[in-house]
Each structure stands twice: as C-alpha cells, then as structure tokens.
C-alpha cells in the first residue's frame, strides 16, 4: 500500500517506520528531522529497535503520486490547515486516517473530505523525539480503527491487516466515537496534571493528592460526555485511566513534553473542547476549565 504520514514526529515516525517493511511509505515532517533521516535513516530505540531507510520530504512540492492511504499525525492545533495542504495530493481513492488527540480532529477534517473517507484511530503507545532522525519507543501499546459511519469497509480491513502485519497491534473497532471520547476522557485527566506538576506520568498514583485529583477530573470529564449524549461508567473511566498511568509510569506526556519545548499544546481540543461542551449542556466544568486556562498561561 501507497502511505503518506503527515506529521511524521514521534508517534507518525514510529507507524512510518513499522509499516515500512511492508509498504511504501513515505514520511512527511520537520526539515531537521526529515534532513537526518535522508542522512542517516530514521531510527527507533526503546522498546522497537530499528534503523530503516525510508522516503522523507519536507514539503508536498516533492512528492509526485497520489497515496492510498494519508495518515494525519499532526497535532489537533494543525489539522485544519494540514487537511488543506494535503488536497494537493489526494485523489478519490486516497483515505484519510486521523491518529490523534483531542475531540475535534473529525470534525475539522470532514469540512473538506467526505465523511466516508476518512477512517478514525487511537493509540497507546508511547514516543518522543531523542533529537532530530531518532525516536525513543516508551510504550507498547494498543491501537483502534474504525469508520466514522456504521458501515465496515474493506479498506478498513485492509489497513488493520496492514498495521498488525508491521507489528502494530490493532483491532478494528465497534464504536470508534466512543473510543476517542474515552481517550479524550484519559488524557484530560493526565496530561494537564502532569504538565502543572512536572512529573512522570507514575507519580499521579504515588502523590494522593494527585490521585484524588485525578479521579475527580476524571468523573467532571465523564458527566460531560454523559450530557452530550456519550454513555460511559465513570467507575469504567477512572479504572481505564488508572491502568494508562501504571502502564505508561515512566512516560513524560505529550502536553508535558510541548511546555518543556516552550511549544504550544493540545488543551484547546482536549480539556478546552470538554469546557466548551459541558458549558453548552449545562453541566458543571470548574476543573476542566481551570486546567484549560492554566495550561494556556504556561
């Protein structure tokens, strides 16, 4: 299969490189990043050990054929103007597939492709750049597809059969909305913590203080998904966000990591986006809310 990744940073870098053994992809990032692996390859260490040679731009200008598969990498903040970049290159049978965070990447991406087009996607695994052209593996994890209607396609058979033959664990799922809202869930109630706090994702659990904090976010979170029409247990949710924080212990998050870079973050689709609902169905968002605006000052 013909695949784009677009935003080839840590998460888009690891899919890219596993999927290259099968596959011809082709990874499109950051100058820095992309001149170090056409230099040396791109390489992964942690828990995947791997240096591949794989195809890297750094700009659409150069890539001269149209994918059957554009995988969306980039952060929420960036979705809309990349949707319109990567008109330049797609044709009708390209499919898009969204792996990222947040609650509003669908929504901004369906303005300009047809829903039937784009496939939707979540990941546990756990990355970062160590420095230009090599990424550190954190995490295994689980990944999810599914169609954003009820109909299952064979494409999105194909792209999980694809994505497990490259040693990326995938399963197709029954309700992907309610998946991502369940990660939006998780990560709403991890990552501001950690970014106002500074710590490892295992020290939630190890500070009660934390962890009370934690499930109380965690429960503001859930009755807002409750209120717009998202049926979850909050006992569910708090066990699902525990056994995140206990698997990914050492892991510093993503929010984490953009503050240390001084690079702005994703909390306008995640705890803002929830703030901006809840407030809408009139249901209560004073957590929510301040790790929004707190997140925003840092």
Known sequence: MKIVIFGAGAIGSLFGALLSKNNDVLLLG???HINSIKNN???ITGKTNLNVKINAESSFENISFSPDLLILTVKSFDTEAAIKQVRK????N???LSIQNGLDNIEKISKYIKLEKI?????THGAFFSK???VEHTGMGMTVLGSLNSTKTNFLYAVVKIFNESGIKTKESKNISVDIWNKAIINSSINPLTSIFQCNNGYLLENPILEILLENICKESTSIASAYGIDLSVDVLIKKTKEVVKNTSE?????LQSIKKNKKTEIDSINGKLTYIGKKYHVDTTLNDFLFHYIRSL
């Open 41 to 43: 390859g791109l390489t």
């Open 119 to 123: 496939i939707a996607g979540i990941t």
């Open 132 to 134: 230009p052209g090599i």
């Open 89 to 92: 290159i797609i044709n009708n």
């Open 94 to 96: 390209t499919k898009i």
């Open 30 to 32: 950051r100058k820095s």
């Open 251 to 255: 892991n510093f998050s993503s929010m």
